[in-house]
């Protein structure tokens, strides 16, 4: 159903499982190594692998990181907690059960606030949604499975299937929302600006790398639609394991309509997990959907309490960075941006980057257009993290400093930022190397003026006539004779006075 029709029939309705690994030197109930992509079932042991007699420890530093994510989410956190058992058979699970939480997790009962642009588009205003957190609870990753053979890489249609248990027994934390209403059309930007929040806010406690691309950032969207002015919710489902934040509110917006063309068909929406086709932005039928009944929960009896203390709650508590959402806002007003500008920060990824490269000596604006510039467009273009493009702030700071001080116009400093990220050396290495530097000589600079000025009576004649910006066209030539070395503001100023027209 198209998206504006079903917003005057329905009211949609998202829930968000997020899972987060969390980037502990060992996994939740063993001492395997975590390491992202190490060969397959090398970081495995008798206790990740379900053996018969294995017995698990907890992770302190996971609790401890649990306490503090519950409480950066405005949490209440738990007197005293335990872990259950969650069973199901699947090959990626070894014991057949995942050590979870429950009916007791170690923090519930928080919220957090997420700012969507305005729906204006002017992108200078934001719009404020709370949304509450029903639960955070502390659980291990399961197993990763390949499907080889067949065209969708899922197990239907699969030549065979391979297991790497590297994965199973990794620390994560399930962030559960509750039911997200009243944002109407702009449920999708919701959900993914929660997502979005919740990534940077993971990023300043320090727990989790957050690579939404490698898993160690997950979202199950969870939708359905209630008739307009009805309080009973519709039948939901839910698509698993999205992997972006694009994605995130993308499948949000598929489910919507799909849902909507579902019931307008006389038909009962199906409670199932879905799969997210990326490159075809649709979602597929996946198994039925489990409730908790399902699953069998008990408590794991291999395993004490969790019962943190008051005291080591505070302590935890005096911990916490600054809310990623009001530094933002602190920054913003220390360096003069719009809310425009801010956002091309964020979304570039380049906020502390940016912050140490300030901090370096360059000025705010200066720091802002290299990295949300030149910069970004590399790393989009390489397809990396603009911080792993191996150019530091201090690289940043100094090329600000050889402009500041006349040695290079913007388009040398391009040229020499190009040469910075291929590796060449530093800012001044790369300018020194490749010979890049104004000419001072004024003298040079007059006699390539007064060539181009000669070669152009036309244009030199509308200048004089008070069509001052037709000097540009003259600029342009002048560098171009001066081979890119020369002050296009100087060469503006010679232009005018060569022809007696005041600036």
Same mark, same amino acid.
């Given at each position: 159903?198209?998206?504006?029709?079903?917003?005057?029939?329905?009211?949609?309705?998202?829930? *968000?499982?997020?899972?987060?690994?969390?980037?502990?030197?060992?996994?939740?109930?063993?001492?395997?190594?975590?390491?992202?992509?190490?060969?397959?079932?090398?970081?495995?042991?008798?206790?990740? *692998?379900?053996?018969?007699?294995?017995?698990?420890?907890?992770?302190?530093?996971?609790?401890?990181?649990?306490?503090?994510?519950?409480?950066?989410?405005?949490?209440?956190?738990?007197?005293?907690?335990?872990?259950?058992?969650?069973?199901?058979?699947?090959?990626?699970?070894?014991?057949?059960?995942?050590?979870?939480?429950?009916? +007791?997790?170690?923090?519930?009962?928080?919220?957090?606030?997420?700012?969507?642009?305005?729906?204006?588009?002017?992108?200078?205003?934001?719009?404020?949604?709370?949304? +509450?957190?029903?639960?955070?609870?502390?659980?291990?990753?399961?197993?990763?499975?390949?499907?080889?053979?067949?065209?969708?890489?899922?197990?239907?249609?699969?030549?065979?299937?391979?297991?790497?248990?590297?994965?199973?027994?990794?620390?994560?934390?399930?962030?559960?929302?509750?039911?997200?209403?009243?944002?109407?059309?702009?449920?999708?930007?919701?959900?993914?600006?929660?997502?979005?929040?919740?990534?940077?806010?993971?990023?300043?406690?320090?727990?989790?790398?957050?690579?939404?691309?490698?898993?160690?950032?997950?979202?199950?969207?969870?939708?359905?639609?209630?008739?307009?002015?009805?309080?009973?919710?519709?039948?939901?489902?839910?698509?698993?394991?999205?992997?972006?934040?694009?994605?995130? +509110?993308?499948?949000?917006?598929?489910?919507?309509?799909?849902?909507?063309?579902?019931?307008?068909?006389?038909?009962?929406?199906?409670?199932?997990?879905?799969?997210?086709?990326?490159?075809?932005?649709?979602?597929?039928?996946?198994?039925?959907?489990?409730?908790?009944?399902?699953?069998?929960?008990?408590? +794991?009896?291999?395993?004490?309490?969790?019962?943190?203390?008051?005291?080591?709650?505070?302590? *935890?508590?005096?911990?916490?960075?600054?809310?990623?959402?009001?530094?933002?806002?602190?920054?913003?007003?220390?360096?003069?941006?719009?809310?425009?500008?801010?956002?091309?920060?964020?979304?570039?990824?380049?906020?502390?980057?940016?912050?140490?490269?300030?901090?370096?000596?360059?000025?705010?604006?200066?720091?802002?257009?290299?990295?949300?510039?030149?910069?970004?467009?590399?790393?989009?273009?390489?397809?990396?993290?603009?911080?792993?493009?191996?150019?530091?702030?201090?690289?940043?700071?100094?090329?600000?400093?050889?402009?500041?001080?006349?040695?290079?116009?913007?388009?040398?400093?391009?040229?020499?930022?190009?040469?910075?990220?291929?590796?060449?050396?530093?800012?001044?290495?790369?300018?020194?190397?490749?010979?890049?530097?104004?000419?001072?000589?004024?003298?040079?600079?007059?006699?390539?003026?007064?060539?181009?000025?000669?070669?152009?009576?036309?244009?030199?004649?509308?200048?004089?006539?008070?069509?001052?910006?037709?000097?540009?066209?003259?600029?342009?030539?002048?560098?171009?004779?001066?081979?890119?070395?020369?002050?296009?503001?100087?060469?503006?100023?010679?232009?005018?006075?060569?022809?007696?027209?005041?600036?």
């Amino acid at each position: 159903m198209p998206y504006e029709e079903l917003l005057t029939r329905y009211e949609p309705v998202v829930g *968000l499982e997020v899972h987060v690994e969390l980037s502990t030197a060992t996994k939740m109930f063993c001492g395997c190594a975590t390491g992202f992509g190490a060969e397959p079932n090398t970081q495995t042991c008798p206790v990740c *692998l379900g053996m018969p007699g294995a017995l698990p420890v907890v992770n302190a530093t996971a609790v401890e990181s649990a306490v503090r994510i519950g409480l950066a989410l405005n949490c209440r956190i738990a007197e005293w907690c335990r872990f259950a058992r969650k069973n199901y058979f699947y090959p990626d699970m070894p014991k057949n059960f995942q050590t979870s939480q429950y009916d +007791e997790p170690i923090a519930f009962d928080g919220w957090i606030d997420v700012e969507v642009p305005a729906a204006d588009g002017s992108g200078e205003t934001s719009e404020v949604f709370r949304v +509450e957190i029903e639960r955070a609870h502390m659980e291990e990753d399961t197993g990763k499975s390949t499907h080889v053979g067949g065209s969708t890489g899922r197990i239907h249609g699969a030549d065979y299937s391979v297991v790497d248990y590297n994965r199973a027994g990794i620390p994560l934390i399930e962030i559960v929302t509750r039911p997200i209403t009243g944002a109407g059309e702009r449920a999708p930007e919701v959900a993914r600006a929660y997502v979005s929040a919740l990534r940077d806010l993971m990023r300043a406690l320090d727990v989790s790398d957050v690579k939404m691309e490698q898993g160690s950032m997950r979202c199950d969207a969870n939708v359905s639609l209630m008739p307009t002015g009805s309080s009973t919710l519709g039948t939901r489902t839910e698509t698993k394991n999205v992997n972006s934040l694009r994605s995130v +509110e993308r499948a949000v917006r598929y489910e919507m309509t799909r849902h909507a063309a579902v019931l307008d068909a006389g038909e009962a929406v199906f409670q199932e997990t879905r799969h997210w086709h990326e490159d075809t932005g649709i979602t597929t039928a996946g198994r039925p959907k489990s409730d908790a009944d399902d699953y069998r929960y008990f408590p +794991e009896p291999d395993l004490v309490p969790v019962a943190p203390s008051r005291e080591d709650v505070e302590r *935890l508590r005096a911990t916490l960075p600054e809310n990623p959402a009001d530094r933002r806002r602190r920054l913003q007003g220390d360096w003069g941006y719009s809310d425009l500008e801010m956002r091309d920060v964020v979304n570039a990824g380049a906020v502390e980057v940016i912050e140490e490269t300030v901090a370096a000596g360059a000025s705010p604006a200066a720091a802002r257009k290299w990295w949300t510039g030149v910069l970004a467009r590399q790393a989009n273009t390489d397809g990396v993290a603009v911080t792993d493009l191996g150019v530091t702030p201090a690289h940043v700071a100094e090329l600000d400093g050889l402009v500041a001080s006349g040695r290079l116009n913007d388009s040398m400093a391009r040229q020499v930022l190009e040469g910075v990220v291929a590796g060449e050396g530093t800012p001044t290495e790369v300018a020194d190397a490749r010979g890049l530097e104004l000419v001072q000589d004024d003298g040079a600079l007059q006699a390539a003026v007064d060539k181009v000025v000669a070669a152009n009576p036309d244009v030199a004649e509308k200048i004089r006539g008070g069509k001052v910006q037709a000097a540009g066209a003259l600029i342009g030539q002048v560098m171009k004779e001066m081979r890119g070395q020369a002050d296009a503001a100087k060469a503006r100023e010679l232009i005018l006075t060569t022809l007696g027209v005041e600036g």
